[in-house]
């Protein structure tokens, strides 16, 4: 069943203010969470969550899933955690009885915002106001329970040298469901949780942690499996010189995955030195990969059905989290007087590309104002949702974007993350930016008709502005050359692809002879 977003968002608010099943929300203060009723410092004793759920259904949202849930939950109260991180949820499930639930067993979640489709590529980083959007739907969906103890907003987008760009995309995004959450007035915290590669986790950490409070990570995860078994140690493992590395840090820290199972059963010996007093110094204690067997063989329990059977690491993992006592500080004792950090130089060299220079926050409006001018435009009002058409036209759009851009100069509807330049239409829609392209290309080549038709996925339109000097405020829009607007037709920037006067007509004969150098325009939109 369907469900209104808003109500939904209402609704979860103002029922569990006046229920039983209260449970008091997490704040954060300096590095550290707290139980904002009582005070106390609040370690994380999580684990992944994320099973199948039962019956077939759209989408993978165990939170929407009352047999999972009731399935579960026995299993997470008897292993004695307070709290679960969940990789994916729809906003427009009902979460009601889950979170419910989880509540009355004191647990806590922790939500990622993306999925598997709804993210960032690493590959070819952009952001738009349609996944903007899908998150705002998922803080309005869960942001008004009492038991989530934060947001990420993402999960190991970068994850080598050359491809820490993505992570300017990732930190505009972070940034911009800050400001939602805070105009909806909830108050859930939003994080980042990085994998650990040697060659970039200090510049990552730092970069999510540097330029301003409204930029800045409010907490930090890490994905970590250096700690492999009985013969490994605090030491062996590399925990020491990580925990070092944070341990004057402004924002709370803590694990979002580790458990590394090369030998197996797992033991869990991390467990010890993750509670104990090294480590609560500066962690918040951590999530263990992962509740659910799968082929990757990490899970606590094997479900079939209603149905869970304890792995060999379940009473493993139960026994070592009960033997841990982490001892926190009191919230009003605590105080912090840690800095932010500098940002990390951007350069090859130092193994970092990703500007200090966000992207801007994408707007629907601005791209609807630069619509209303073109003449040309996409056929198509959207993409399709039908995973093999929309296979077939990304592919399409991406062709278009290479063909057009050979010859036009895109730099209003592309942006780059190691720069700091975005163009004013860069966050966009991918319908919007391939209609910008259209119709520049249109113009470049006196508004033949021919030039508007791409195998057909163009067509003309009258447009009812004639200038789009008005569609974006100057604050979203420092870097973009204004005039780059599309609404020119000289070939002045022409790049010297002369072949172009019929290009529109016989399209798909032409691309076949075209690279495909910036397809990823069209594909970073999925
Ligand atoms: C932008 O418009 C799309 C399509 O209507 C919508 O799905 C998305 O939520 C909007 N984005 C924002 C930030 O409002
Ligand atoms: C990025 O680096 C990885 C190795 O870290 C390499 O496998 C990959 O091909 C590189 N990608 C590009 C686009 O250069
Ligand atoms: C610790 O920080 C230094 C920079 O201050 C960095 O060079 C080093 O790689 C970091 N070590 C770890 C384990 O993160
Ligand atoms: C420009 O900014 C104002 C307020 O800052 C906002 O209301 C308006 O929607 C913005 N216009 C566009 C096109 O983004
Ligand atoms: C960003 O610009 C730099 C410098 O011009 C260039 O080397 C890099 O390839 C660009 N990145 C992308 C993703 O276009
Ligand atoms: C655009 O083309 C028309 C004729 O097709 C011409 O009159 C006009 O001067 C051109 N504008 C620019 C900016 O080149
Ligand atoms: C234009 O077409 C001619 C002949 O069809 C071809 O030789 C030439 O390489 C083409 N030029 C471009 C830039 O595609
Ligand atoms: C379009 O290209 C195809 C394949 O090269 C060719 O057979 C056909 O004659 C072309 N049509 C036009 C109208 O140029």
């Known amino acids: 069943m369907r469900f209104s977003l808003s109500s939904a968002a209402v609704l979860g608010g103002t029922m569990l203010a006046h229920s039983a099943l209260a449970i008091n929300p997490l704040v954060i203060k300096g590095a550290k969470w707290f139980d904002s009723k009582t005070g106390a410092q609040f370690f994380a004793k999580g684990v992944d969550y994320q099973p199948d759920i039962i019956e077939t259904s759209q989408t993978r949202d165990p939170l929407a899933n009352k047999e999972a849930c009731d399935r579960d939950l026995p299993f997470l109260k008897d292993l004695g955690v307070n709290a679960i991180r969940v990789y994916q949820t729809e906003a427009y499930n009902n979460h009601d009885y889950c979170m419910n639930a989880l509540a009355a067993a004191g647990i806590y979640v922790m939500l990622d915002l993306s999925t598997p489709t709804e993210t960032i590529n690493r590959d070819s980083p952009a952001y738009d106001a349609d996944l903007l959007g899908y998150y705002h739907q998922k803080v309005d969906a869960f942001g008004g329970y009492d038991n989530v103890m934060g947001f990420l907003a993402g999960n190991e987008v970068a994850n080598a040298p050359n491809n820490t760009d993505s992570a300017a995309y990732v930190k505009a995004a972070l940034r911009d469901v800050k400001a939602y959450i805070k105009k909806k007035g909830f ?9 650990d590669d040697a060659d970039i986790r200090w510049q990552q950490q730092t970069y999510f942690d540097c330029s301003s409070k409204e930029e800045q990570a409010e907490f930090y ?9 009985e013969d490994s140690s605090y030491e062996i493992s590399g925990y020491d010189k990580v925990v070092k590395n944070f341990t004057s840090w402004d924002v709370p820290v803590l694990l979002t995955e580790y458990g590394c199972n090369t030998i197996r059963p797992r033991t869990f010996p991390e467990i010890a030195a993750i509670y104990g007093s090294s480590m609560t110094a500066v962690f918040s204690g951590g999530f263990v990969y992962e509740y659910v067997e799968e082929d990757n063989a990490y899970g606590l329990v094997t479900v079939s059905g209603t149905k869970g059977t304890k792995t060999k690491d379940y009473d493993n993992f139960k026994k070592a989290l009960s033997a841990t006592n982490p001892k926190g500080v009191t919230m009003s004792s605590y105080s912090s007087s840690a800095k932010m950090q500098s940002c990390p130089s951007v350069g090859t060299s130092n193994s970092w590309l990703a500007s200090a220079t966000l992207p801007p926050t994408p707007s629907n409006a601005t791209c609807e104002c630069m619509m ?77 008709s021919t030039s508007c038709d791409f195998d057909g996925f163009a067509k003309v339109a009258t447009p009812s502005s004639s200038s789009d000097s008005s569609c974006s405020n100057s604050t979203d829009d420092s870097s973009s050359d204004s005039s780059s607007t599309g609404s020119s037709n000289s070939s002045s920037k022409s790049k010297g692809n002369s072949n172009t006067s019929d290009a529109g007509k016989n399209f798909s004969a032409i691309t076949a002879l075209t690279t495909v150098a910036i397809v990823a325009v069209a594909a970073a939109a999925f």
């Open 221 to 229: 995860g890490l994905n970590i499996y250096s700690w492999c078994g």
């Open 187 to 195: 108050s859930v915290p939003v994080g980042y949780a990085t994998n």
């Open 372 to 448: 209303k001018t073109l003449s040309c435009v996409s056929k198509d009002t959207s993409a399709p949702t039908d995973a093999d058409k929309l296979k077939t036209w990304s592919s399409t759009v991406g062709d278009i974007f290479s063909y057009a851009c050979s010859s036009i100069d895109c730099s209003a509807i592309t942006g780059n993350g190691t720069t700091g330049k975005y163009g004013k239409y860069s966050g966009c829609d991918v319908v919007s930016r391939v209609s910008w392209a259209l119709n520049a290309y249109y113009q470049a080549n006196g508004k033949k």
